[in-house]
């Protein structure tokens, strides 16, 4: 066993470059799967730890409902049924400065105790502040790095008394309340000053509460609630947003690993087998020795298995060191927000889940190998005589057609948009299309032989007929096709993309938007009076996770008088909507078995009405208003009465300068948390986020491209190992080097002008499933199908593939006609 071990260690060690390649292989896909398991534990408790430190143990926030009076006292809350382990106070109003960048500031005004003592803030540098002079100020480090304060810098702030001056006094650390996201932006100063900015006296409108009782914190939470039906009382920690976007991560890396698997399968087999068909003599030494069947096939095993724990190994190493950059990636990719660097521990279950996947999937890439080698005679070991030919099993043919019908079928009866459906129906086009693919491939060969023949002559006749006989050229035809494939859809989705951001932006009605707003419409009519601003439109719309008929649905609901901003009637018409009357999206409602004529509960403790019912009495198409559609319309003045009768956005057109209209309209709205964005800014802002998300999906995917093409490299230098003899024969009886040569060009040109024809005609049917597997995890995209950029992809990727012809055709000028020949 030892000399087994040791010629196990020598052949690893002689096959360094493809060992490389399969290593390489393993390690994406574990990497992808490991990241896949630690993905929903490691975001959850990221977002529970930045929530708990930023909030330093604090479990709830209180406000005032009437946003437009949202000052109180303190003692005007109840809390007297619950025990509270401690209370911050604090008044908050909101200010604009000009630094290059219009910047809203929060300012947070507080006392030394709620400020400092509870370790809500911490100082890392300071001159002379300790919170009791109102022109000094404390700003957050993000401030001070993003835009080059120091301490003793003068501040000029636009407020609703006006423009105020402060002096930096201190630099926060990047703790507590300036660890979150949310508050890179926080400025904070005496409740004084605050009470000065907005005429409020011993007033506050944010109250964080300590509760005593941890594990019971929801309990508590609804205590409150039902003894302070005038406030708005909400856990820090919001765990149903956690839990949608761990959700839609873990989706979004499900279909990676998916698409991963499928190309990583073949690349692993190709290489494998390049290495386990130059050991052939070797094993045919071994068995010829008195070695058994059973003992050769357990060494190649063995040798494979060595492969499989390195390769796990190095995809789980990877996966704990670059999962935060993986995970953050995504996270802002889907919810616009940053992960935080905080240590996670590491579950070794998942670590164990994922060598023993490395292993399997390295073994079931090799096995049809070694059961083939183990079949051969010691003849034919030995004098490396094996079979090249291609064979196309009647059985293959029937499953290929099977699984291509399976996967038309579960699309068609896939109208709720389950996951697991969309990925059966893309997985079962795939496999359905590789095992059709050499009944196809045999019958274009013969087609191409003739084709060939009338116009450029025998030599490449005869080589478009190999196509048909050979295993390798059908392994290289496979990879083009599953490489090509993926490759075509991932861009016919990013072209979609693209298109789809091109519709919406033209769908707004406007210049610019306005998000944020705490008051009532009639509070904003006040704009139109400003100089440059031409029209002004609002929006009402509310998103929240909402009860309908006892199920949460997570929902996107809105007042519309008419169709707007891309929201367009399918089934009935929005303006004659009614009090009672609702309409939706077609997509979600079909997604979520509500149709036309269901009557809906709404519920929500966060709407005017806690209870609504409505008739759904038509359908909309929302596609550019919300890539999830999970829109729900009712008429704008049963919005107002019933939801929320604060607009959620403004549109505002303009005939000056944006970007002076911009400051304009900050100053005019000083005092509130409002985001004024251009609508080429804010289309541009969604793109990115689109974009980044893609990006790393096309990172993983590039990366098993680049694996596919080295693979189809590798079938290259097998075909000519297998076939050298063959040339060698022909050479010396009929054909000079260059009839080889052009027989190979052909026999290469017309192979790949087959994987990459098939490749784009399954492309075109996985795009229409991804756009449901899509779908199914809230991302409504209709692909766009831009035939001249597609083609030149295909074009460009065929050209790239004609030259590994390159590779056989040099081999055959240095081969050497009387070694390949003299054991015949």
């Known amino acids: 066993m030892k000399i087994f071990m040791m010629y196990i260690a020598r052949n690893i060690r002689e096959n360094k470059l493809r060992g490389l390649l399969i290593l390489l292989s393993l390690m994406i896909s574990t990497f992808i799967l490991y990241i896949n398991l630690v993905a929903r534990d490691d975001i959850l408790l990221q977002y529970q730890k930045l929530n708990e430190e930023s909030y330093n143990g604090y479990d709830v926030m209180i406000n005032y409902k009437d946003t437009e009076e949202p000052f109180f006292m303190a003692s005007e809350f109840n809390d007297k049924d619950i025990d509270v382990k401690e209370k911050s106070l604090a008044i908050v109003t909101y200010g604009v400065v000009d630094n290059n960048d219009l910047l809203t500031l929060k300012l947070y005004g507080c006392s030394k105790e709620s400020c400092f003592d509870s370790g809500l803030f911490a100082i890392s540098e300071k001159d002379k502040f300790d919170l ?7 700003i957050s480090p993000q401030l001070a790095e993003n835009y080059g304060y120091k ?49 409020q006296k011993n007033n506050i409108n944010t109250l964080l509460l300590n509760l005593e009782d941890d594990a019971n914190i929801n309990e508590s939470i609804q205590t409150l609630i039902k003894n302070n039906k005038e406030f708005n009382i909400q856990p820090l920690v919001d765990q149903d947003l956690i839990d949608f976007n761990t959700g839609m991560i873990s989706q979004v890396l499900l279909i990676i690993l998916v698409l991963a698997i499928i190309m990583n399968y073949y690349v692993i087999s190709s290489n494998a087998k390049v290495i386990l068909l130059s050991r052939i003599p070797v094993v045919g030494t071994f068995r010829s020795l008195g070695a058994t069947k059973a003992k050769v096939n357990l060494i190649l095993i063995v040798e494979n298995f060595i492969y499989g724990v390195l390769g796990g190994i190095l995809g789980i190493i990877c996966g704990i060191y670059f999962k935060e950059t993986i995970l953050g990636a995504l996270t802002q990719g889907i919810s616009g927000e940053s992960m935080g660097q905080i240590s996670v521990p590491m579950n070794y279950t998942y670590v164990i889940f994922a060598l023993l996947f490395a292993i399997a999937i390295q073994l079931i890439s090799v096995f049809h190998v070694i059961h083939q080698i183990g079949n051969y005679s010691v003849k034919s070991l030995i004098f490396e005589e094996f079979n090249t030919i291609q064979r196309v099993p009647k059985i293959l043919t029937v499953l290929g057609f099977v699984f291509l019908v399976l996967s038309y079928t579960l699309y068609k009866i896939n109208n709720d948009y389950n996951i697991i459906l969309s990925i059966l129906a893309l997985v079962a086009a795939m496999a359905g299309g590789i095992w059709l693919l050499p009944f196809i491939t045999k019958y274009l060969s013969l087609l191409f032989s003739k084709v060939n023949k009338s116009i450029f002559g025998s030599a490449p006749s005869l080589g478009a007929r190999n196509i048909s006989d050979s295993k390798i050229i059908n392994s290289n035809i496979k990879l083009v096709v599953i490489s090509l494939s993926v490759v075509l859809m991932i861009f016919i989705t990013s072209m979609s993309l693209e298109n789809l951001f091109g519709k919406a932006k033209d769908a707004f009605e406007s210049d610019i938007q306005i998000y944020g707003m705490e008051k009532k419409e009639d509070e904003y009519l006040k704009l139109k009076q400003v100089t440059g601003v031409e029209d002004l439109n609002f929006l009402y719309s509310f998103y929240d996770d909402i009860h309908i008929n006892g199920n949460e649905l997570n929902l996107v609901v809105t007042g519309f008088e008419d169709e707007r901003l891309g929201v ?26 509500l ?19 409505v008739k759904i009495v038509g359908t909309v198409d929302s596609s550019l208003f919300t890539t999830s559609r999970n829109t729900i319309v009712f008429s704008e003045s049963q919005f107002k009465r019933d939801i929320n009768d604060i607009p959620s956005t403004m549109y505002i057109a303009s005939s000056e300068n944006l970007d002076q209209m911009k400051k304009t309209l900050y100053k005019e709205l000083s005092g509130e948390d ?21 990006s790393t999906v096309w990172i993983f995917l590039f990366l098993s491209i680049l694996l596919s093409a080295v693979g189809l490299i590798n079938n290259q230098v097998i075909g ?21 040569n052009t027989m190979i060009f052909f026999e ?74 003299k054991y015949e």
């Open 720 to 740: 000519f190992i297998q076939r050298k003899r063959e040339y060698a024969v022909l050479y010396s009886v009929s054909m000079s080097r260059a009839q080889l």
């Open 568 to 593: 367009k009637n399918v089934v009935g018409n929005i303006k004659d909507l009614n009090v009672g009357e609702v309409m939706i999206d077609e997509f979600y409602g079909a997604k979520n078995e």
């Open 132 to 138: 009791s002079q109102d022109e000094l100020i404390l």
């Open 748 to 821: 290469i040109m017309n192979s790949f002008l087959i994987g990459c024809g098939f490749g784009l005609t399954l492309s075109l049917w996985l795009s229409k499933l991804l756009q449901g597997l899509l779908s199914s995890i809230g991302i409504y995209l209709q692909f766009s199908f831009q035939w001249l950029d597609v083609l030149s992809v295909v074009g460009i990727i065929f050209i790239i593939l004609i030259l590994t012809s390159l590779i056989p055709m040099y081999k055959i000028t240095k081969m050497n006609v009387v070694e390949e020949i």
């Open 595 to 613: 149709k036309i004529g269901d009557q809906l509960e709404i519920k929500s403790d966060n709407l005017i009405s806690e209870k609504i019912q």
């Open 674 to 694: 409002i985001t004024v964005q251009t609508i080429s800014e804010f289309v541009e802002e969604q793109d990115q986020r689109v974009s980044g998300l893609l």
């Open 151 to 199: 301490l003793g810098d003068k501040v000029s702030i636009q407020t609703q008394i006006g423009l105020r001056e402060y002096k930096i006094g201190a630099i926060g650390e990047k703790t507590g309340l300036f660890l979150g996201v949310d508050n890179e932006n926080l400025i904070v100063m005496t409740s004084s000053e605050v009470e000065n900015i907005t005429d």
